[in-house]
């Protein structure tokens, strides 16, 4: 739309509902702010427990060191096979969908099992077989037999050789 053909009152209405956006940004803006003031200072205070809700810049802290150590990266990575999944699954569900719609017989014969399948909790189609996807480092995933009581780990090999050892010890 042409500025010369905008009359006065719609500028003023645009102008109105600009500053009224930027209002409620704002106002947002401040409340989060708030917020997080506040929950800083109940934390340093000790009012509310720090170990279980912890604080604004203990997070803060947390997260330009893991940034620094290939968080990016990883996070990358995990956006990326999301998409690749969510592409995937849409478009085989599309196909399915099609060949189902144009076969008569196939959608009678697959009616009862897609039934069973829709009513099932999505959670149960999960697999509990960690290693049948994709693994970076297989000792990224445990089946639970080896339960190891020590701190915490920063590399795969000491992982992989305090979990020996304690299951050494178990046995």
């Known amino acids: 739309m042409n500025k010369q053909f905008i009359s006065e009152e719609r ?7 600009k500053h009224k956006k930027c209002a409620i940004f704002l106002t947002q803006i401040t409340i989060l702010l708030g917020f997080l003031i506040l929950w800083e ?14 604080q604004p810049s203990r997070i803060w802290q947390t997260f330009t060191n893991l940034s620094g150590n290939e968080l990016m990266t990883h996070i990358g990575i995990t956006v990326y096979e999301t998409m690749v999944g969510f592409l995937l699954g849409t478009v085989l569900g599309i196909l399915i969908a099609i060949i189902l719609w ?6 009678k014969v697959a009616e009862p099992y897609l039934v069973v399948l829709n009513s099932l909790p999505k959670v149960a189609l999960r697999s509990h ?3 049948l996807g994709r693994s970076r480092n297989s ?9 190891c009581n020590g701190g ?9 050789s305090k979990v020996l050892e304690i299951c050494k010890n178990k046995a």
């Open 11 to 17: 500028k003023q209405y645009l102008r109105k509902k």
């Open 129 to 131: 077989y960690y290693y």
């Open 152 to 160: 915490l780990f920063t590399t795969n090999e000491e992982v992989n």
């Open 102 to 107: 144009w076969s008569d017989f196939l959608s």
């Open 139 to 147: 000792s990224n995933y445990s089946d639970g037999s080896c339960d």
């Open 41 to 54: 200072i109940l934390a340093n205070q000790q009012i509310i427990d720090s170990f279980i809700t912890s």
